[in-house]
């Protein structure tokens, strides 16, 4: 099975970074935690559980929804 992927793009380094800081709070609220790549203004999110023989669990699909729907409420053009 394949990693859980999900990848965003913003318009600026610092805007990636921001959305990094705002949602690693999930990650230590769940104890789980996955590999983040952040190039300028894309950040990608790689889910997959270790202790599951890396592979993807439920726990690592709510997380990605909890990061999407944070990400889908940003509003960067105001």
Known sequence: MEPLK??????SFEEAIAFIER???IF???N???KITNF????EF????TSANNRVTE???KIANEVETIYQSLD???
């Open 23 to 25: 949602v690693a709070p």
């Open 40 to 43: 300028y203004n894309t950040v």
């Open 32 to 34: 789980h935690h996955p």
């Open 6 to 11: 999900q990848k965003y793009s913003f318009s």
């Open 28 to 30: 230590s609220r769940e």
């Open 59 to 61: 726990l690592d699909h």
């Open 46 to 49: 790689v889910y997959f559980t």
């Open 76 to 78: 960067y053009d105001s």
